[in-house]
């Protein structure tokens, strides 16, 4: 078994190369974007030492049914899967936001609320919740799109005045967000699922708004298991969920927070198989299907050339 952990193509009209934290991006005639899922992980915008087995396979899967899904409520980036791990669609002009939409209190929303704060990214918040309640609203805390580093929290009127997005392009951005949130809702609430809270990312391209990268996936979203959600919280008991957290929460206990000067604990291949395991998991009961697991045995020629196939369509 291998595991992607980057990629290094030269593909015909190939114009630039860029490696996110988790994708690889290669832009086409700056028409098409083709994005490589790989097996990397980043946990407190840190990519973690080791890959994991099948989670680039997870997270283009998941990512392309929801947007498959959702391109009623806005149009999406996406043109073609020609591989498990690939991605293919237009060459968007990125928003230098994510609309993170928050239905519960959790991750850093909690932990934020925890340090004694009622207003996070400019939207206040009532006192008396616990960690996991289900806020009176779902709400929108955006932050900044770093290149490298940590992404910022940033308020609604920060982005607007200080002009990385219009007003009147912001809040058509809030409304896809939101849109996209409700139907994640009631997609996930069909598997017995909670969307506790996801990000978006927007760009354009021909003067047109459309949804870009991933959606609904474990490393841009938060599940928690529906059944058993109240009990569990009023018993102060902590909730069944789906998602990164669990590594996020693994390496705090580690002492490592992505801050300067920590080291990222050691990675065992059982604890790397776990966390596999999962996101398979998660993939099955977000999606209902069955996963099967791709053959990764020369892997990396194997992407190469079906992409070489596609452009050569």
Known sequence: MQVLTSSSFQLPDQK?????????????????????????????????????????????????????????????????????????????????????????????????????KRKLCGVSLPDGLKENDKLPNPIITPTT?????????????????????????????????????????????????????????????????????????PDSSRYFIAEGYEARQTAGNKQKQLSKEFVREWLISHNFQGLEGQQVPEMTDVWINEISDRYIELFEKVTGQTFVKHNTQNIGQEIEEAIISYLKK
């Open 145 to 217: 799109k770093a290149a490298e580093g940590h992404d910022q929290d940033i308020s609604r009127e920060e982005i607007i005045s200080q002009g990385i997005v219009s007003e009147k392009e912001y809040e058509q951005l809030e409304n896809y967000a939101l849109a996209l949130y409700n139907r994640g809702t009631a997609m996930s609430a069909e598997k017995g699922l909670i969307l506790v809270d996801t990000k978006y990312e927007f760009g354009k391209y021909q003067d047109k708004i459309y949804l870009i990268d991933e959606i609904h996936t």
């Open 16 to 116: 630039w190369f860029y490696k996110g934290k988790v994708r690889d991006v290669y832009n086409i005639k700056n028409e098409k974007l083709i994005m490589v899922a790989t097996d990397r992980i980043s946990a407190f915008d840190v990519v973690l030492p080791k890959g994991i087995p099948y989670k680039g396979q997870v997270l283009n899967q998941i990512a392309s049914y929801f947007l498959n899904a959702t391109r009623d409520i806005v149009p999406n980036w996406l043109l073609d899967v020609p591989h498990p791990m690939v991605s293919i669609g237009l060459n968007c002009t990125p928003y230098k936001v994510e609309m993170v939409v928050r239905g519960y209190l959790a991750g850093h929303a909690a932990r934020e609320y925890k340090l004694g």
